[in-house]
């Protein structure tokens, strides 16, 4: 494994924690998260009011990775996110675009489809 494909390996299991400042830690400091339906946030301060506001329903979530590509500072991680609300599930096929710059975060563009996950917490 490459260093980032790790760092992204590990970025996606810190995700189960639901541990706000651990998963901002892996961004630069002017890093920048594109929830593809939502407009671009970016540094540390507005990512973490952002992550914490639409984690803050969620009971648990875990994120299978089912491909994975590294390419310099460029990794491609396909992903089913699995997430709860109380009794209420949703698994969210996903596909996160990472630029990466010294072992962090510059940039995250995560492309899903919002129906699929409105859907499943109506």
Avoid at 2 to 18: G, H, K, P, S
């Amino acid at each position: 494994m490459t260093d980032n494909e790790t760092v992204i390996r590990n970025f996606v299991d810190a995700w189960a924690r639901l541990d706000v400042d651990e998963i901002v830690s892996y961004f630069a400091e002017d890093g920048i998260y594109h929830n593809i339906p939502a407009s671009p946030v970016q540094g540390h301060e507005n990512l973490k009011t952002f992550i914490s506001g639409f984690i803050q329903p969620w009971t648990a979530t875990d994120w299978e990775i089912t491909n994975l590509i590294c390419a310099d500072d460029t990794v491609i991680a396909e992903r089913v996110d699995r997430t709860k609300m109380g009794d209420k599930g949703a698994d969210l096929p996903c596909c996160g675009v990472f630029e990466m710059d010294n072992g962090k975060i510059k940039a995250w563009r995560d492309y899903f489809d919002l129906g699929t996950y409105m859907k499943a917490f109506e």
